[in-house]
């Protein structure tokens, strides 16, 4: 099993592109989640889904847009990105939503 | 709101007992948990304890929690230079019928050979 699987690795975008960040898994799970990760800041939550065709805001979604065709992908979209959405972006899927999620290795995203 | 605080920094020399602690604000919170994410990787569950129990250990890690006072600790025995992580304390609000996570700063954990 791959897990969650997340692409790309690394991403530079200029102010104002959009652009999609993927994240899979193979799981079979309902519960999917993408946080970001800034130094000082800990993990925030930017959207999150219950299940296909569900889904919905965290503590930061500003600038973020998400869609749950299927169980398997949850992308997340920047639709005009600022330098202050420069972060490590974690994708992160639970069976259960109580016995912790797994997560994805990351993207490291810079806006210039 | 909910808000998890984590101290920032821990250091240990290898071989001794680390104790990393963490006080969490929501008491309808029924798990909580441990994360540890290595340099340039994500987060890897470590352990997670439910709101009824008191303590629970698996190998070298022990987590406490004290209900009362809404604080939980992870003790890692014998601790070794590759523990040198980043320690994620996270709690799950809403009694869990969101599913969705409440995150501390961290605690970097450096291990002295």
């Known amino acids: 099993n791959a897990g969650v699987t997340q692409t790309p690795k690394f991403q530079v975008l200029k102010t104002g592109q959009s652009m999609t960040l993927q994240c899979a898994q193979d799981m079979n799970h309902e519960y999917m989640s993408w946080y970001r990760q800034d130094p000082g800041m800990g993990l925030r939550l930017i959207h999150y889904s219950v299940g296909a065709g569900i889904t919905d805001q965290g503590e930061v979604p500003n600038g973020y847009n998400v869609s749950r065709s299927t169980t398997e992908d949850f992308p997340l979209r920047l639709l005009s990105a600022a330098p202050s959405q420069t972060s490590v972006y974690f994708c992160?899927?639970?069976?259960?939503?109580?016995?912790?999620?797994?997560f994805g290795s990351g993207t490291r995203l810079t806006v210039v | 709101g909910e808000d998890v605080e984590q101290s920032l920094f821990l250091s240990v020399r290898e071989g001794d007992s680390s104790v990393i602690n963490c006080t969490y604000t929501?008491?309808?919170?029924?798990?909580l948990y441990w994360y540890k994410q290595e340099p340039g990787a994500g987060l890897q569950l470590l352990t997670y304890i439910f709101s009824n129990m008191d303590m629970k250990q698996d190998q070298r890690l022990t987590v406490l929690l004290n209900k009362k006072d809404k604080h939980l600790s992870l003790r890692i025995a014998d601790t070794q230079t590759g523990d040198s992580a980043i320690y994620f304390c996270a709690e799950n609000p809403y009694g869990g019928s969101q599913g969705n996570l409440i995150f501390g700063k961290g605690t970097k954990l450096s291990v002295k050979p």
């Open positions: 929501d008491s309808s919170s029924t798990y």
């Open positions: 992160a899927s639970s069976a259960d939503r109580n016995y912790g999620y797994t």
